[in-house]
């Protein structure tokens, strides 16, 4: 992981380029390919609802602590990667409180759960928030640049674009959409 800037204007995040090296996008690619054709549909990953029960987005995806649930964690090299990148990593930990103690809250977290979802064009995630998620950590991962499918901070009018291997951590709370992938 290169050098962390910090952020905590509008609200307290992280962007961070170039997340992952070389071995580790084969292996999550590696992952990713195998899994692709076997996406869910919302409902089956937990995705958020509107009012009137219907879902936010119409993305597929698949929630890989349901897939690889207990001892099978490891089988996964996603969740392996993630752990020793995100939730094993003392330097990181010390950086992001460093930069703001509200990351104290990710510090603390008892436990990650980790949601693969692809957009394609057409699909979108609308304005929500994720109350029960202390840090969201999302980082893109695509063979080609589409137009759109930007994390999108409406009530900030804030717009990150994701790019491959590129990562933003912020908190759940902040209401967050991804816009129409072109």
Not at 21 to 28: A, P, R, S, W, Y
Not at 109 to 126: C, Q, W
């Amino acid at each position: 992981m290169n050098e962390l800037p910090d952020f905590n204007d509008p609200f307290p995040h992280l962007i961070i380029e170039e997340t992952f090296d070389n071995v580790e996008c084969d292996l999550i690619w590696r992952e990713l390919s195998f899994l692709l054709n076997k996406l869910h549909s919302p409902e089956r990953y937990y995705a958020a609802k509107n009012e009137d029960g219907s879902y936010m987005t119409n993305a597929k995806g698949m929630s890989l602590d349901d897939l690889y649930q207990g001892d099978n964690r490891s089988v996964s090299d996603i969740l392996t990667i993630l752990e020793n990148k995100f939730f094993n990593n003392s330097q990181l930990d010390k950086d992001l409180i460093e930069s703001n103690e509200y990351w104290n809250t990710f510090q603390k977290a008892n436990r990650d759960f980790t949601k693969i979802r692809r957009y394609v064009p057409g699909d979108d995630y609308s304005p929500h928030r994720d109350h029960w998620v202390h840090a969201l950590i999302s980082t893109t991962f695509c063979n080609e640049e589409d137009d759109g499918g930007n994390l999108y901070f409406p009530r900030h009018d804030y717009e990150f674009e994701t790019r491959n291997n590129k990562t933003i951590m912020f908190p759940g709370w902040v209401e967050h959409a991804v816009t129409n992938v072109n």
